[in-house]
């Protein structure tokens, strides 16, 4: 099996990059290969555009750096996206990514006469979250829901795609970062095993 990891942090010796190295290591020891999309290193350009807007209304042909994201997906059996929170969310190039990726026609077929079909049924979902604050913050305030809210059923479900892991990795600037990384390589390693992972 095969799968796609996308990272979305500026800084390739990010705590955020070594967890997705680790996700790796994990599917490598299964047995599994592995993508790495370094959204920032690649210069993925989040914008969305008029061109964009093209494909929404009028389900244009995507741009080809839109069309190369959605083939590096279809070859991938799980998606595995490794971010930092930023503002009790995911970074704006990973959501940039998501706007002009998940697009109509490819993620969903949507029109304003029918009802939304889901395309991406067949897709698995990893997601690990790093943030600093601790779990009681959290927990506290709501945000843990409003980012499965958000993130979790607002994009993912909305297509269809089946989200197997939804993993918060808080603390990552107190003491945190080790205990990180043994779960991402275990999470790689059980990837496919389809259990679902709420932390």
Partial sequence: MHALIVVAHHDPQSLTHSVAAQVGAGLT?????????????EGFDP????????VHRNHATPPA???????????ADALVLAFPIYWWSMPALLKGWVD?????????DYSPD????????????????????????FDRHGYAKAMRTQIDYGIFDYCGAQVLTSELLLD????????????????????????????
């Fill in 29 to 41: 020891t299964a047995g599994h290969t592995f993508e790495i999309a370094d959204l920032a290193a």
């Fill in 47 to 54: 914008r969305y555009t008029a061109a964009d807007h093209q």
């Fill in 65 to 75: 750096d839109v069309l190369a994201e959605q083939a590096r997906i279809e070859r």
């Fill in 100 to 108: 002009r990726v998940f697009v109509n026609g490819w993620a969903i």
């Fill in 114 to 137: 029918t009802p939304v079909v889901k395309k991406l049924r067949h897709l698995q979902v990893h997601l690990l979250a790093l943030g600093a604050a601790d779990n009681s913050a």
């Fill in 172 to 199: 990552s600037e107190s003491g945190g970062a080790q205990a990180h990384l043994q779960a991402a390589r275990a999470m790689g390693r059980g990837v496919f095993q389809r259990e679902t992972v709420a932390g």
